[in-house]
T-cell receptor
């Protein structure tokens, strides 16, 4: 199916465990983003990527790792989950225009609800 | 410091009322989105604006670049419009989006 998909949609884990959230897009968009959404904070950027093998930190990167070996995939790993990482995580993508600048179009995955016990 | 501010935070309206949600931003932008999120649901872009005004059905979005302000209007509101509406801007000095904290709208039948 075309679009941007996240998996798993729901995950319960324990403190200290490693968790990977997957994000896959079929449009070959250059830009991909990981956000977390918490009450009172809105959407906060964790990491983003401008192209394969190019990633950069966002506002709240501590405790998270990303990789982008292929354009279509942008997994987010919590190396040792903590209770403060309980959140809803959204992956998003945007297309690059002429010169590589972001065109502004923004598409979100369905979200992954993570609970850390 | 929030680059994007929305008002009001919460809004309750009777069905049929005209609704306005406001967004002010402090950075130079190349695009602005109005996003909609239903309870427990995903996020979709209703509009992307860089100037002027756009209309889709009962929804109208306007932007004033000089004043760094945008509004989302809903005419003849309906209970299915109940959702969180989020303003997002793409900075013109980078490739990141900045988000408001959202306006939670409840439309009562």
């Amino acid at each position: 199916d075309a679009g941007i998909t996240q998996s798993p949609r729901y995950k319960i884990t324990e403190t200290g465990r490693q968790v990977t959230l997957m994000c896959h897009q079929t449009w070959s968009h250059s830009y991909m983003f990981w956000y977390r959404q918490d009450l009172g904070h809105g959407l906060r950027l964790i990491y983003y990527s401008a192209a394969a093998d190019i990633t950069d930190k966002g506002e709240v990167p501590d405790g998270y790792v990303v990789s982008r070996s292929k354009t279509e995939n942008f997994p987010l790993t919590l190396e040792s989950a903590t209770r403060s990482q309980t959140s809803v995580y959204f992956c998003a993508s945007s297309e690059a225009g002429i010169g590589g600048a972001n065109t502004g179009e923004l598409f979100f995955g369905e979200g992954s609800r993570l609970t850390v016990l | 410091k929030n680059e994007v501010e929305q008002s009001p935070q919460n809004l309750t309206a009777q069905e049929g009322e005209f609704i306005t949600i406001n967004c002010s931003y402090s950075v130079g932008i190349s695009a602005l989105h109005w996003l909609q999120q239903h309870p427990g649901g995903g996020i979709v872009s209703l509009f992307m604006l860089s100037s002027g005004k756009k209309k889709h059905g009962r929804l109208i979005a306007t932007i004033n670049i000089q004043e760094k302000h945008s509004s989302l209007h809903i005419t003849a509101s309906h209970p299915r419009d109940s959702a969180v509406y989020i303003c997002a801007v793409l900075s013109n000095t980078g490739n990141q989006f900045y988000f408001g904290t959202g306006t939670s709208l409840t439309v009562i039948p």
